[in-house]
């Protein structure tokens, strides 16, 4: 029998194996589920294996399926990556650019980078994947990742994205300083209430002030945990006098224009390195280059 899988076959199933499911396939590719399902069976009958087991919840690969996934993934990318440039060549940019990033970049760094990518590229579709924990990108199926200074893999390509510098600054609102004093030195931070963040592997983001020509780490009353993956929330429970709050001094710059929150040891305050924008030094697809491109201009390189 004539084999008749096409490479749009193999790219049905292979977007059901990343999606997990038949439904979720069909709206990343904009075709009706039933289609979907033809498709994986039409595959199936012409190979003559069963690739996918199917229950009420969820879709997951046989040992046959796997083991096609896995030959097909890197063949596919590479026609991908060739109708890409072949596009690009034209003049036009075009694909799907995905993103691994941490909680701490999505407040205010990726919007403006995004909109001015979709602005220059309006083919291009980005899809952002929120982890703080470090992930091999490549395994991920990400096209780049966005990580703080010694956490960037040392094989990668990376370049700065957003500030090249930043603060974890302190703040609180007027009403709790009010009612508590406000902290003269480090040492004082002991006795007041805090807002904490969590880190994935466990221990509380730490509070590090300057301290001379060394730096301090304080450890004040935790009174609100949060996880790190909900940064930028923390900034309501602040407001709302709970306590102090250690964040990106650049999310909290409007807070401390408008009065809502006050700065809190603004002196101590710490400088650490800005995020950067890493990737594989190889078959980076027309859509990461000119995200590149775009991360260049607006960090002056």
């Known amino acids: 029998m004539k084999n008749s899988v096409s490479h749009d076959d193999l790219g049905v199933f292979l977007t059901v194996v990343r ?28 190979l003559g294996v069963p690739l996918l087991i199917r229950t009420t919840r969820s879709v997951r690969t046989t040992e046959a399926g796997q083991a096609l996934a896995e030959r097909i993934a890197p063949h596919l ?19 799907r650019l995905k993103l691994n990033a941490p909680g701490a970049v999505m407040p205010d760094i990726l919007p403006r980078l995004l909109a001015t990518l979709t602005a220059r590229h309006p083919a291009v579709e980005t899809e952002i994947v929120v982890e ?25 390509v990376s370049i700065p994205i957003g500030p090249r510098t930043q603060q974890i600054a302190l703040a609180a609102a007027p009403q709790y300083l009010e009612a508590r004093g406000t902290p003269a030195d480090p040492e004082d931070l002991a006795l007041h209430e805090a807002i904490r963040y969590r880190l994935p592997d ?11 020509a060394g730096t301090i780490s304080v450890q004040p009353v935790t009174r609100l945990v949060l996880s790190v993956d909900a940064l930028d929330t923390g900034r309501a429970y602040a407001r709302a006098g709970i306590g102090i709050i250690g964040a990106f001094r650049n999310w909290l710059e409007e807070d401390f224009a ?16 800005g995020p950067r924008l890493y990737y594989p030094s190889r078959f980076g697809s027309a859509a990461l280059r000119a995200f590149v491109e775009i991360c260049r201009d607006a960090s002056g390189r």
């Open 77 to 95: 990318a590479g026609l991908d990556a060739a109708r890409g440039e072949i596009a690009d060549a034209a003049g036009r940019v075009r694909g």
């Open 132 to 156: 703080n924990r470090l992930v091999d990108i490549v395994a991920a199926g990400c096209d780049a990742g966005i990580r703080y200074g010694d956490f960037v893999a040392k094989d990668m």
């Open 258 to 273: 408008n009065g809502l929150l006050v700065p809190v040891l603004p002196d101590r305050w710490c400088d650490m390195e």
């Open 202 to 212: 466990g221990p509380f983001l730490p509070w590090t002030l300057r301290d001379g």
């Open 19 to 46: 999606e997990g499911g038949f439904r979720a396939a069909a709206r990343r590719l904009g075709l009706a589920p039933s289609k979907v399902s033809t498709t994986i069976t039409r595959i199936e009958t012409e």
